[in-house]
């Protein structure tokens, strides 16, 4: 039987993959020409976003936080696929790559780790904020930069990818705490 964690992580999973594939049909794999350095700046802003919104208590664009916290989501997904895949030769290259199954496999990764932190640290997020969640997002992509300025060499941290999984699952948990995932 699946803990409600699980259920609520697939619901998660189910709600993120629905907007990449039909953005997949709309645009094709147009982030494909997006250097990893570029996709890290995309979720930087999002989290930036998140943060304005909840320190000003309101925002302009009508897009709360659930959106922004499912597009951080798919581009950590996408800056994984682009981190596996070699870089696109040209804009006019045909790739024959079954993009939804290499989404499917790093979110499941994603789910792996997160049921291993979750057994070590006895699910410690869920009495967090989501204001929490928010900072570690950003302190995670400032990691990222510093690793990307550093051609991706580190002395004793984990590498970018490790960061990108951390993410993903920060994000799940206040897409939770949020309520998307209600069964």
Known sequence: MKSK???????VIKICKDIFVKKLKDYGPSWR?????????????????????????????????????????????????????????S???????????????????????????????GEAWRDMRVSTFIDMLLMRILRIKQIEDNQGKTLVSEGIESNYFDMINYAVFALIQLGVAEE
């Open 91 to 121: 804009i006019d290259e045909k790739e024959n790559i079954d993009f939804i199954k290499l989404y499917d496999s790093f979110f499941e990764q994603a789910k792996q780790l997160m049921e291993a932190k979750n057994h070590d640290y």
């Open 5 to 11: 964690t699980t259920s609520q992580y697939d619901a």
């Open 33 to 89: 020409v997006l250097r990893p350095s570029s996709l890290t700046d995309q979720i930087f802003i999002k989290a930036q976003r998140l943060r304005t919104i909840e320190e000003k208590g309101i925002s302009k664009i009508d897009e709360g936080q659930i959106p922004e916290f499912i597009g951080i989501i798919n581009y950590c997904i996408i800056t994984l696929i682009q981190l596996k895949l070699p870089p696109m030769v």
